[in-house]
């Protein structure tokens, strides 16, 4: 037997499957090939609609998803969602009409439903039945690294295969998701249960979180600062940065080069500079924000070449710094109890504000280019990003 399976707690098991099976879920070699080979069949209006279609099934999936994993468990959930994005990964590249296109989007969208919560939340109960859930946030850190190094590797290796078969890449990323739901099988279903999934449960629950989240004046303009970030930074990650590599003219190989440059700089300040609380005080870290979006994003519209690298970096470095620093002051001002609902509350507004910005860039980027469509979340940045992060410093001591 594999020794990641010879451990003596079910904990232990858990964290070495939970490594593997995210590690598996990073090798996404589509990241910088899949707008180009959108372009071959689709429009440009027709890419953003399913962008934002594939998050709104995903929203929309929360909660049936939700009640599959408390009714058959979190382990079978995880399972589901791995063979789905599986077979949407396969079915991709056979696609030749927008319609099928649609189908494999809700594919994919239901199949992160069924991820969604269910692996951090097995992995919290296990380590909570063995009494190691203060280990949590260590090791869910840990495996953010793993994710960062996985997506690095795919993301070079995706438009290098690219050049060489334009199916492969998809087919690559469906066999190791595939691999991720079969390792998948060997996880533990602890025996204790944080919250049984019901209707009237997850109303409430969404209730206490936007409670928690904008419970009094300081904590309405940190959440609402997430929010404007989190959606702009978030927008382009997904979307934007990988149509503007492509609209800028760089080869496959180039962008895959690009990006996993990129992101491998964000490795570096996920597990060193954005975690320094002397560099990134809570004043210095709301300055931050506004100045890297504006520096990044407002000049869009004039970018060329090799010289729009360093905004195409400070745009994705903008999303890193997200979830690490806002994510950080979330945590320490949220109370325990209510924590992980106001951030799941905040994650679904952010994913909210996601689908409007998707589906009005279609119209955008095909008037003009991403260029245009990354001075317009600059412009965003000025009228909602600055006035709130100003706002917001008045209120830190």
């Known amino acids: 037997m594999l020794n990641f399976l010879k451990k003596n707690t079910i904990s232990d098991k858990n964290i070495s499957i939970y490594y593997l099976i995210n590690f598996c ?16 069949i689709i429009s440009i209006e027709q890419i953003s609609f399913l962008v934002g279609f594939q998050y709104f099934v995903n929203i929309i999936s929360e909660l049936p998803t939700g009640a599959f994993a408390d009714i058959l468990g979190k382990r079978v959930s995880i399972i589901v969602g791995f063979f789905l994005f599986s077979a949407g ?37 296990s380590m909570k039945q063995d009494k190691r859930e203060r280990e949590f946030s260590e090791v869910v850190a840990n495996q953010g690294v793993i994710f960062q190094v996985g997506l690095v590797t795919g993301t070079i290796l995706g438009g290098i295969i690219y050049q060489w078969n334009i199916f492969i890449p998809f087919l690559l990323e469906g066999f190791f998701l595939l691999l991720g739901g079969i390792f998948s099988f060997f996880l533990i279903e602890p025996d204790i249960d944080t919250e049984i999934f019901t209707l009237k449960n997850y109303v409430k629950q ?35 940065n990988s149509s503007m590599m492509v609209d800028l003219g760089f080869s496959d190989s180039e962008r895959g080069f690009i990006s996993g440059s990129i992101r491998l700089l964000n490795i570096i300040l996920l597990s060193k500079l954005l975690k320094n609380k002397k560099i990134f005080s809570e ?29 195409i970096a400070g745009a994705m470095v903008s999303s890193t710094a997200r979830w ?28 909210v504000f996601f689908i409007l910005l998707t589906f009005i860039s279609g119209p955008v ?25 100003k706002s917001l410093l008045n209120k830190i001591p």
């Open 283 to 311: 004043r210095n870290s709301i300055l931050f924000f506004p100045i890297i979006m504006i520096i990044s994003f407002l000049p869009g519209i004039l970018l060329e070449g090799w010289f729009a690298l360093p905004f």
């Open 25 to 40: 879920r990073s090798l996404v070699f589509s990241i910088p090939i899949w707008i180009v080979f959108y372009r071959r």
């Open 89 to 125: 990964s396969f079915l991709f590249p056979f696609a030749t009409t927008f319609l099928h296109y649609v189908v494999v989007a809700g594919l994919i969208g239901l199949a992160d439903s069924f991820l969604s919560g269910s692996t951090e939340a097995l992995l919290y109960d």
């Open 324 to 351: 690490i620093i806002l994510g950080r002051m979330n945590n320490e001002h949220f109370s325990s109890k209510y924590r992980a609902t106001a951030i799941s509350t905040l994650s679904m507004l952010v994913g």
């Open 206 to 240: 969404m209730k206490q979180g936007a409670k928690e989240a904008f419970k009094n004046s300081f904590l309405k303009k940190l959440s609402w600062f997430y929010i404007a970030v989190g959606s702009i930074t978030w927008a382009a990650t997904i979307y934007f």
């Open 365 to 389: 980027i095909a008037f003009g280019t991403t260029r245009l469509m990354y001075t317009i979340l600059g412009v965003l940045t000025i009228f909602t990003v600055v006035p709130l992060g």
